[in-house]
C-alpha cells in the first residue's frame, strides 16, 4: 500500500525546469532518502510533495504533513516550549501541556525548554524542528537536509536519535541530503536525483536496529561508491 | 565605576567650560547665560510649576501621536507588506504624501483642527506614520518563506499567523520604524507648539524668546533634549524587556 504516490510530476519556476517526469512512491513507515548534486531539484520535490509550490501532475500525499526545513526551521521569537506547542491550540489546555512536555523529552531538551534558538546549538535547534513537527503527530515527514549545517560528530549523533525517533513512531518519511553516507545509513531506499529526474534507486539492506558500525562494513562503502558512481557519472 | 566617569566627565567638563567662557567678558552674558543662571532659571521654571505643566503637555501629545500613528502604521504596513491587493490600492497616495515634510502639514491642520491637543496629536500621528509603515512594510516582505510554510502546516488559523509569525517576523524592522518616530514626534510637537499653544516645552521657547529670557529658553531646550534622550532610551530597555529574544536578532 503506497502512503505517496506522484505521478508524472514536473515543476517550473517562471518557465525554469526544476523537475519533470517524476515518478514517486513510498509505503507507509518507509524512510525514502533522496540525494543529489546541489541544484537538482531535491528541496523543489519536498515543497511540491507539501503543495507550497505549483506544479502539474499528480501529487496524492496524506493530509497531515510535516516538514523539516533546509532554514530556518524553527521561530526564534518563541523559546524551545513554545516552539513545540506552535499551532496545538486546538488541544485542551492540559493536552497540550502533556504533548510539549512530552516532545521535550523526545528532543532531549527538558532542562532548556525556555531558551530561544539563539541560546542552542545547531543540533539542538534541529531537534526542536523536528519535535515540534512530531508533536502535530504527521502521518508523514518530508526533511530537507535537516543535518546539513551540523559537524559531522554532531551529525553522527543525531542520526542515532532519528532513528531512535523512528523507531518509536514510525512515520513515513522522505529525507533529503547530499550526504551519501547518511542516506545509507537512515534509510530503506535511496533515490538518486541527476537533473530533475530521478535516474536511479537503490535498497538498502542492512537490518535494523542500526548502529554506527554498520558504517564500517564493506557493503557499505560498496553501496555509498555505487551511489556516488551514479550521481557523479551522470551526464545531463 | 568607570563607565560613570566617562558617563559624567565631559558634562562636567561642557558644564566648566561654559561657566568660563560665559563669565569672561568675552561674550553678552544676557545672550550666553553661564550654566549657574541656566540652573537657575530652571529652579524657578520648576517652583512656579511652568516646567512641569509644560513637560505633562508636551509629553501628553509625544505619547499619543506617537501611539496613533504607530499602531495605523503597523497596520497598515503589515497589510501591505502581506496582502499584494493592499500594497496596489494604498501606494499612490502613500507614495505622494511621503515627500511631504510633515511640519508643511501644520499650518493646514490648524486651520482645519485649530491649536488644542488634537489638533496636534493629529501632526505628530501623521509624521510617524511614515518610517512606521514603511519599515514594517519591509520587515513584512522580507519573512523567510520557510516560517510562513512552516507555520501553515501546523495552524489553519491565519490570525494566529498574523499575530505569532508575521508579526514578530517584522519586530525588529518595526521597532527600528517606531524609533524613528520617537524623533520625528519630538520635531512635531515642538514645531506645532511654535506654531500656536498655550503649553509645552515648544510654547515656553517660543515666549522666552519674546521675553528674552534666554537662560529660561536654554533650560527648556536642555529638558527638551533629555526627555527625547530618555524617551528613546526607554522605549529601548521596554522592547528588551517585552521581547527578551530582540537582542539575538541581528537588526
Ligand atoms: N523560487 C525559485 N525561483 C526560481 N528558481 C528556483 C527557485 N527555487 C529553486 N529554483 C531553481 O530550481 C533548481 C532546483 O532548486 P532546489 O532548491 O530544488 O535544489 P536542491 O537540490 O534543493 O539544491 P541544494 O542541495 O543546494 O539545496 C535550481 O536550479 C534553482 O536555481
Ligand atoms: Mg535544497
Known amino acids: 500500500m503506497s502512503h ?41 520535490f519536498l515543497h511540491a510533495l507539501a503543495h507550497f509550490i505549483p506544479f502539474s501532475g499528480e501529487i496524492a500525499v496524506p493530509k497531515n504533513v510535516g516538514m523539516v526545513f533546509q532554514h530556518y526551521a524553527v521561530f526564534p521569537w518563541f523559546t524551545a516550549s513554545e516552539n513545540i506547542g506552535f499551532g496545538l491550540g486546538d488541544k485542551s489546555g492540559n493536552e497540550r501541556v502533556q504533548i510539549v512536555r512530552e516532545h521535550l523529552k523526545l528532543a532531549e531538551l527538558e532542562d532548556k525548554k525556555d531558551k530561544y534558538p539563539a541560546e542552542l546549538s545547531g543540533g ?7 519535535a515540534r513537527s512530531l508533536a502535530h503527530n504527521p502521518e508523514v515527514l518530508l526533511m530537507d537536509e535537516p543535518y546539513g549545517a551540523l559537524d559531522a560528530y554532531t551529525r553522527d549523533k543525531m542520526q542515532q536519535w532519528l532513528l531512535d525517533v523512528w523507531a518509536t513512531h514510525k512515520k513515513t518519511v522522505v529525507y533529503v541530503t547530499h550526504d551519501i553516507e547518511e542516506a545509507v545509513f537512515l534509510a530503506d531506499r535511496v533515490l538518486v536525483l541527476n537533473h530533475h529526474k530521478f535516474t536511479k534507486e537503490f535498497m538498502v539492506p542492512f537490518a535494523r536496529p542500526r548502529h554506527e558500525e554498520v558504517k564500517f562494513t564493506p557493503e557499505f562503502s560498496r553501496l555509498r561508491k555505487e551511489i556516488f558512481e551514479s550521481i557523479n557519472s551522470f551526464e545531463g | 565605576m568607570k563607565r560613570f566617569l566617562w558617563f559624567t566627565l565631559p558634562i562636567v567638563l561642557t558644564l566648566v ?11 553678552s552674558p544676557a545672550l550666553f547665560p553661564p550654566p549657574s ?11 512656579a510649576g511652568t516646567l512641569f505643566s509644560d513637560l505633562r503637555a508636551s509629553l501628553w501629545r509625544i505619547v499619543a501621536g506617537l501611539f496613533v500613528g504607530s499602531a495605523v502604521g503597523i497596520f497598515i504596513g503589515l ?48 509624521a510617524v506614520f511614515f518610517p512606521v509603515w514603511i519599515n514594517t512594510h519591509i520587515g513584512a516582505r522580507q519573512i523567510p518563506q520557510a516560517f510562513l510554510w ?63 529670557r534666554i537662560d529660561e529658553m536654554i533650560a527648556a531646550l536642555i529638558m527638551l533634549g533629555a526627555l527625547g534622550a530618555i524617551a528613546d532610551q526607554l522605549f529601548v530597555f521596554g522592547t528588551r524587556k517585552l521581547f527578551p529574544w530582540i537582542k539575538f536578532s541581528s537588526k
Open chain 2, 150 to 212: 512552516g507555520a501553515k502546516l501546523l495552524t489553519a488559523s491565519s490570525m494566529k499567523i498574523f499575530r505569532e509569525v508575521i508579526f514578530p517576523a517584522a519586530l525588529p524592522f518595526i521597532i527600528a520604524g517606531v524609533r524613528t518616530g520617537i524623533a520625528i514626534a519630538f520635531i512635531m510637537v515642538f514645531v506645532s507648539e511654535l506654531a500656536g499653544a498655550s503649553s509645552g516645552l515648544g510654547y515656553r521657547i517660543s515666549i522666552t524668546h519674546l521675553a528674552y
Open chain 2, 17 to 27: 567650560l561654559w561657566e568660563i567662557i560665559s563669565r569672561s567678558g568675552f561674550v
Open chain 1, 4 to 44: 505517496i504516490a506522484v505521478k508524472n510530476l514536473a515543476v517550473h519556476y517562471d518557465g525554469y525546469c526544476a523537475l519533470k517526469d517524476i515518478e514517486f512512491e513510498a509505503g507507509k513507515g518507509e524512510f525514502v532518502a533522496i540525494v543529489g548534486k546541489s541544484g537538482s531539484g531535491k528541496t523543489t
Open chain 2, 37 to 47: 543662571k541656566v540652573a537657575v532659571a530652571l529652579w524657578g521654571m520648576i517652583t
Open chain 1, 124 to 130: 539542538q535547534v534541529q531537534r526542536i524542528a523536528i
Open chain 2, 79 to 126: 497589510l501591505t507588506g502581506r496582502m499584494k491587493s493592499f500594497a496596489n490600492a494604498l501606494s499612490p497616495i502613500i507614495q505622494i504624501l511621503r515627500p511631504l515634510p510633515p511640519v508643511a502639514i501644520i499650518p493646514l491642520v490648524i486651520v482645519w483642527f485649530g491649536i488644542d491637543d488634537g489638533a496636534k496629536i493629529f501632526s505628530i500621528a501623521f
